[in-house]
């Protein structure tokens, strides 16, 4: 990829993230309440906080208050579930937690995912063909909170080989799978229709002509040809995976980032919520940006604008 194509990509990529923590900060103060609506505290106090923390000022000031001090580095302190303690500190050491979940989950997810759908593809209507579909079918279906009771239920109730709660030993275990599950079953299907896809078109039939051995035809020029699908869709994965399952982690109780960006959101933590957007947002980016470089490595003639 060309030097000034990155640079156009990284602009575009730095203006998408401001967009984001604008529309957030703004949404996030249309929101009905304050942090400070819970708490056992005379309107007198509350007054006194909202003070402390700027939130009586306008919206507008708080705004751009807020856009000063993230240039400087400062996402400010937990008003409600960690009182006091820095917002970068929770995203580090939460994401830390979900990433060492994520980084297994995504393993899971490409080695089952990936091969299964090649199979499914270059078998395609025959009976492994029909029974991995139905398997995809009803991973992508069942909602993830539904694929974590019946784990629970199994594992945990039934045969007692599991703990349901994140840090005893093989409590990470049923996390990492409801986090495999869905983008295993899609990458099945997306890697199935990729292959198709490539099987279908006439440069292969040229490459047999030639002389190529089937195998060679196969695992070198169709498989190749339909990376860049899944390419497509593991740069997001990646980040979505790494940055924690909202589902997984509030179920199973894991200290990782999506549990702390729900209960952010039901506690208005205003910081705290700010903080795990705009993570979960530039990992976003920086995947898709990480993608488009991929591209021209998998497929030297593309180039991406």
Same mark, same amino acid.
């Given at each position: 990829? *060309?030097?000034?194509? %990155? @640079?156009?990509?990284?602009?575009?990529?730095?203006?998408?993230?401001?967009?984001?923590?604008? %529309?957030?900060?703004?949404?996030?103060?249309?929101?009905?309440?304050? $942090?400070?609506? +819970?708490?056992?505290? /005379?309107?007198? /106090?509350?007054?006194?906080?909202?003070? #402390? &923390?700027?939130?009586?000022?306008?919206?507008?000031?708080?705004?751009?208050?807020?856009?000063?001090?993230?240039?400087?580095?400062?996402?400010?302190?937990? &008003?409600?579930?960690?009182?006091?303690?820095?917002?970068?500190?929770?995203?580090?050491?939460?994401?830390?937690?979900?990433? +060492?979940?994520?980084?297994?989950?995504?393993?899971?997810?490409?080695? !089952?995912?990936? $091969? @299964?759908?090649?199979?499914?593809?270059?078998?395609?209507?025959?009976?492994?063909? +029909?029974?991995?579909?139905?398997? +995809?079918?009803?991973?992508?279906?069942?909602?993830?909170?539904?694929?974590?009771?019946? @784990?629970?239920?199994?594992?945990?109730?039934?045969? #007692?080989?599991?703990?349901?709660?994140?840090? *005893? $030993?093989?409590?990470?275990?049923?996390? =990492? %799978?409801?986090?495999?599950?869905?983008?295993?079953? &899609?990458? !099945?299907?997306?890697?199935?229709?990729?292959?198709?896809?490539?099987?279908?078109?006439?440069?292969?039939?040229?490459?047999?002509? *030639?002389?190529?051995?089937?195998?060679?035809?196969?695992?070198?020029?169709?498989? *190749?040809?339909?990376?860049?699908?899944? =390419?497509?869709?593991?740069?997001?994965?990646?980040?979505?995976?790494?940055?924690?399952?909202?589902?997984?982690?509030?179920?199973?109780?894991?200290?990782?980032?999506?549990?702390?960006?729900?209960?952010?959101?039901?506690?208005?933590?205003?910081?705290? !919520?700010?903080?795990?957007?705009?993570? &979960?947002?530039?990992? !976003?980016?920086?995947?898709?940006?990480?993608?488009?470089?991929?591209? /021209?490595?998998?497929?030297?003639?593309?180039?991406?604008?």
């Amino acid at each position: 990829m *060309k030097l000034h194509i %990155i @640079l156009k990509r990284i602009g575009f990529a730095l203006l998408s993230l401001f967009v984001i923590i604008t %529309i957030t900060f703004f949404l996030m103060n249309i929101i009905p309440g304050d $942090p400070f609506m +819970s708490d056992r505290a /005379t309107a007198e /106090t509350r007054a006194q906080l909202m003070a #402390k &923390y700027g939130l009586d000022q306008p919206v507008y000031v708080q705004y751009f208050r807020y856009l000063i001090n993230l240039l400087h580095g400062d996402m400010g302190q937990s &008003y409600v579930l960690q009182k006091g303690r820095d917002i970068t500190t929770i995203v580090v050491d939460s994401f830390k937690v979900s990433m +060492s979940l994520g980084i297994r989950a995504l393993i899971l997810a490409i080695v !089952i995912g990936v $091969p @299964l759908g090649c199979i499914a593809g270059l078998f395609q209507n025959r009976a492994g063909d +029909s029974a991995i579909r139905v398997f +995809s079918a009803i991973g992508i279906s069942v909602p993830g909170y539904v694929i974590a009771a019946i @784990l629970m239920l199994i594992f945990a109730v039934n045969l #007692k080989v599991l703990p349901v709660s994140y840090g *005893k $030993p093989g409590g990470e275990v049923m996390p =990492i %799978i409801v986090l495999a599950i869905g983008p295993t079953c &899609y990458l !099945i299907r997306l890697t199935r229709a990729s292959i198709l896809e490539v099987l279908g078109q006439d440069f292969l039939e040229t490459e047999r002509a *030639k002389g190529m051995s089937e195998n060679r035809v196969i695992f070198v020029h169709a498989l *190749k040809n339909s990376l860049i699908p899944i =390419i497509t869709y593991i740069g997001p994965l990646t980040a979505s995976i790494l940055t924690g399952g909202f589902v997984a982690e509030s179920v199973f109780n894991v200290p990782g980032l999506g549990r702390y960006f729900v209960q952010a959101v039901s506690a208005r933590d205003y910081t705290l !919520i700010m903080g795990t957007t705009i993570f &979960y947002a530039a990992m !976003i980016i920086l995947m898709n940006l990480v993608c488009d470089i991929l591209y /021209t490595i998998v497929d030297p003639r593309m180039e991406v604008d």
